[in-house]
């Protein structure tokens, strides 16, 4: 596609539901970052894979958040076990370059309401 | 502990106006700052700068930094109301390749 997809635009779950969010980045985009974004906030960083490779998981903020990129194309971030602190646009972003987080692409965000 | 500061958290004017928005900077090593829009949900690049005093320009839009007193800022002429968005600054540290720290963003409302 031209442009970074994520799916689903909009998850609500229950708290314990485990989730799991899909990011889909622009074809030939080495770099695949997810961020956590709550409201009136920046982007909080969680994850960085170059390729397929997981190079940073810093700022996952507990084991119940996995993030993978198997084939170095489409990402995944799933959330076990869901809190409601959990809720929060959930965006992904793609770049051309392996080593230059100059110039990132979003995709729309996945807005993710636990209850 | 690194950080940038965007200021004024929100901003309303109406159609037609000027804005200057600000981002200031407190960050070990700096090697570049970078402006987003953010429309709805998905941030969309506007600059990046790494050298101080050199304007950047996209149409109405433009942005400059400054590396002595740490701070950079964006400015939007003749307003319209699809400017309407929150700007979010962003700088990466020399460090790291790709871990940006980011501000939490003004909200810029344009008023018809």
């Known amino acids: 596609g031209a442009g970074v997809s994520q799916s689903p635009r909009y998850k609500v779950a229950k708290r314990g539901q485990d989730v799991a969010l899909r990011c889909d980045p622009i074809?030939?985009?080495?770099?695949l970052f997810w961020y956590q974004q709550a409201l009136g906030q920046g982007p909080e960083f969680l994850t960085y894979?170059?390729?397929?490779?997981?190079?940073?998981k810093s700022g996952l903020p507990s084991d119940r958040f996995f993030a993978e990129r198997p084939e170095g194309s489409v990402s995944t971030l799933k959330i076990q076990r869901t809190q409601q602190e959990d809720s929060a646009v959930y965006l992904c972003?793609?770049?051309?370059?392996?080593?230059?987080?100059?110039?990132?692409?979003f995709g729309e965000g996945s807005r993710l309401t636990v209850l | 502990e690194d950080k940038v500061v965007q200021s004024p958290l929100s901003l309303v004017v109406h159609e037609g106006d000027t804005v200057t928005l600000n981002c200031s900077y407190e960050?070990?090593?700096?090697?570049?700052l970078l402006w987003y829009k953010q429309e709805k949900k998905a941030p969309t690049f506007l600059f990046m700068l790494?050298?101080s005093g050199i304007e950047k320009k996209s149409g109405r839009l433009s942005s400059i930094l400054d590396k002595k007193e740490l701070f950079s800022i964006l400015n939007i002429t003749a307003t319209q109301t699809g400017d309407s968005a929150i700007y979010l600054c962003?700088?990466?540290?020399?460090?790291?390749?790709?871990?940006?720290?980011w501000g939490a963003g003004t909200k810029l409302i344009i008023k018809p």
């Open positions: 960050v070990t090593n700096f090697r570049s």
């Open positions: 074809s030939g985009h080495v770099s």
């Open positions: 790494t050298s």
């Open positions: 972003a793609s770049s051309l370059r392996g080593s230059k987080a100059g110039e990132l692409f």
């Open positions: 894979f170059q390729n397929e490779a997981q190079l940073d």
């Open positions: 962003a700088v990466l540290p020399m460090d790291s390749n790709y871990q940006l720290i």
